[in-house]
């Protein structure tokens, strides 16, 4: 078995992840609950109170936390404590604690570090913070508030909760956060600097979350409907449906996870990320194109090996004509695409290791979900292979699972089915 690639730099597994979402918490239950073609959407009453938001759609997380010692999380809202629980649940598969629930101490060393995201800190914390300034209340900021809300909260707390005292990559690019940690920790191993990376995204449910794209008149508002939102590539499509989840991927030096006897789930072949720098909301097809042509070319592959997209799919006018328009150029070709976020929603920071997660396990499977709502393909969508009505048995070893976020920031990932080999 060769651990290194051609090029000399260190080949990177996937040992585990944890996942929050609302199609569940591990494969088994997300897998029963794709096939069940159903999605996870539904209306918030409290809502209501918002009047002049058009929107009542999301897709909350709505299990309970587990709990946690309370001198150890006071520094975390929900949105630090999301990512805390997915990183519980990614060393139990990974297998990387002690007998005593004690994470590893080699993972202290320094050899292991952390690349995470999300839009930003817990609102609470921001209200309490925004309330000295609109209020003069000075009374609800303590030593905590600021911990709780800062950009880095998830990162900066999983560090100093399981004392890993590796490189800290926060990535904060809203709706790349998660993908871009997975690709910038796959960087930091292959490249030798690391020896393990904990990586993913994580967001809270608030509703200016979807007050935000709601004043730019890109949300669902089937509001009687909810099962029937949102419809990416349907050229009846309205707008995005916001979702809350965390994902934490454990990626690993491949010779490392060998040695320990580690189950490899996938092997991170490509990664790419490049700007837009043309707009701060509007997607440019063109930028897009390059970053899949990036992450293609890290791979080493020609397209025509990537047997399946998991797209972006926000299900807004124009960001899903750009990345069909992008995702044609690349493939040339109609390749079988499908969009997650038409079961979940748009979990924005957790969106892209959530996505990429399912991504892996579907590849594994042979199997493939649909696009939920996909009725008439909106003819200004590229000519590509739109799953429609029942999932669809692809085998293929290689897949790919790209996003697309505010800024212009563009991130392209590509996974290939571990052989053994």
Known sequence: MNFTKPNGKRRVVITGCGMLSGLGD?????????????????????????E???????????????????KK???????????????????????LKNEDGSILAELQDGSAGIAYGSCMGSMSAIVDMAAMVTE????????QTYIKCMPQTCAANISVYYGIKGRVITTNTACTSGSQSIGYAYEAIENGIQTVMFAGGAEE??????????AMGATAILNDSPELEPRAFDKDRDGLVIGEGAGMMVLE?????????????????GFGTNADGTHITSPN???????????????????????????????THHGDIAETAATYKVFNRAVPISTTKSYIGHTLGACGCVEAWLTINMMNEGWFHPNLNLVNVDPECAPLDYIKGEGREIKTDYVMSNNFAFGGINTSLVFKRWTDE
């Open 73 to 95: 999380v006071r520094g975390m809202g929900r949105v630090a404590l999301l990512s805390l629980v997915a990183m519980d649940r990614a060393l139990d598969m990974a297998k």
């Open 136 to 143: 003069g209340d000075a009374t609800r900021i303590d030593s």
């Open 253 to 269: 030096d491949l010779e490392h996870a060998v040695k320990r006897g580690a189950k490899i789930y996938a092997e991170i072949v």
């Open 205 to 214: 449910l608030t509703p200016p979350d979807a007050g935000c794209f709601d």
């Open 26 to 50: 591990d494969w088994a239950e997300a897998f029963a609950n794709l096939q069940s073609y159903k999605n996870r959407i539904r209306y918030m009453k409290d809502w209501e109170f918002f």
């Open 285 to 315: 097809p063109e930028t897009q194109a390059v970053c899949m042509a990036q992450s293609v070319k890290d791979a080493g592959i020609s397209p025509d090996l990537i047997g399946y997209v998991n797209a972006h799919g926000t299900a």
């Open 52 to 70: 002049r938001m058009n929107t009542r759609l999301a897709c909350p997380y709505e299990k309970e936390l587990p709990s946690f010692p309370r």
